[in-house]
């Protein structure tokens, strides 16, 4: 069965936060406990969610806030990680949270695995418009949940049945990897040698 991987943000994701809500009524998934959250540094997060993939290879990753720029980063430096599909909740430009600027900037290049953007259209933390752009920039399909805020539990998620099914999705779309995939998709073979030598 395919694991879920939720990746808090800023603070944790205490409940009733609709991340909270999922790892207690998922038996697949797990809450990840990120270092520090109070206080993260980039390198920290970044080992300790690539440690958890590692143990659950071809996981899900399910991340809000600060926990998808971490995904994404994660996505964009460690290429030959097994991850099957990934889930970017309203990702939040660390630049504009004093406690997140050490995390940097959102990668520029497009994720060889399946991914989808969730974003909502009066997000404070990022405007919709740069969700566009990142979405495109990633290759993600984007899922646009209206005026959500920051979809998080100030804004009424609790409860959020449809990350689920987003996930549900992805699983889905991934059953079957094309001929490439399958043939190609080894970090020991020309495509992990390709994206090596392009960093």
């Given at each position: ?114 991914t989808v953007l969730v ?81």
């Amino acid at each position: 069965m395919t694991k879920t991987l939720i990746v808090p943000g800023l603070d944790g994701s205490p409940a009733p936060h609709w991340q909270n809500w999922w790892a207690r009524t998922d038996p697949n998934a797990m809450l990840i406990d990120m270092p520090a959250p109070h206080r993260p540094v980039r390198e920290a997060w970044e080992a300790a969610l690539a440690v958890t993939v590692i143990k659950h290879p071809n996981s899900i990753l399910v991340g809000h806030s600060l926990g998808s720029v971490i995904i994404a980063q994660l996505l964009a430096n460690w290429p030959d990680l097994k991850v099957r599909g990934a889930i970017l909740v309203a990702p939040a430009e660390a630049s504009k949270c004093d406690r997140a600027k050490g995390f940097g900037t959102f990668p520029k290049a497009s994720f060889d695995i399946p991914t989808v953007l969730v974003a909502s259209r009066n997000d404070p933390w990022m405007p919709y418009a740069r969700a566009e752009d990142l979405a495109e920039t990633w290759g993600a399909e984007l899922v646009d949940l209206g005026h959500a805020g920051h979809i998080n539990v100030a804004s009424g998620y609790g409860p959020w049945a449809g990350g689920k099914l987003i996930r549900d999705n992805l699983i889905e779309q991934t059953a079957r990897p094309s001929t490439i995939r399958r043939l190609f998709a080894s970090a020991t073979g020309w495509a992990g040698e390709l994206r090596t030598q392009s960093r």
